[in-house]
C-alpha cells in the first residue's frame, strides 16, 4: 500500500511541474503547448532567412544598409532578452566570412526536475 502512494505522490509532483512549466510559457512566450512553440521557431527562422536574403549580399559603401540592419538586430536582440534568463554570443570564420551567433535559454522549474 505504501508503494501506491509513493507512485501518485510521485505522479502528482511531476504533473504540478507539468503545469507550472505550460503557465510559465504561456505568459513569457504566450505559446504553451509543442505546435505553438515550434510554430514560433519556424516563424523566427522565416524571419530570419528573410532578413539574410535581403541584406546577406550587398555591397554597402557608405554603411547605411548595415546600420539599418544593426538596428533590426538590436530590436531583436532586446526583445528576446527580456524573455531569457541567458545569452551566449559567439563569432566564428564560416566559408572565410566572420558569423556570429548569439543564442537565448530559459531554464525552467530547476527544482522541480531534482
Known sequence: MQNISNETGGTLHQLESIYAEREQLASQIGVCDADGILNMVRSLEAQLCDLYQRFGGIADADGSTAAA???QVNQLAEHLDAQFSEKSISLEIVDDKPVMRAEW????????HE
Not at 105 to 112: F, V
Open 105 to 112: 535559454k530559459e531554464h525552467l522549474n530547476q527544482g522541480a
Open 69 to 71: 540592419l544593426l538596428v
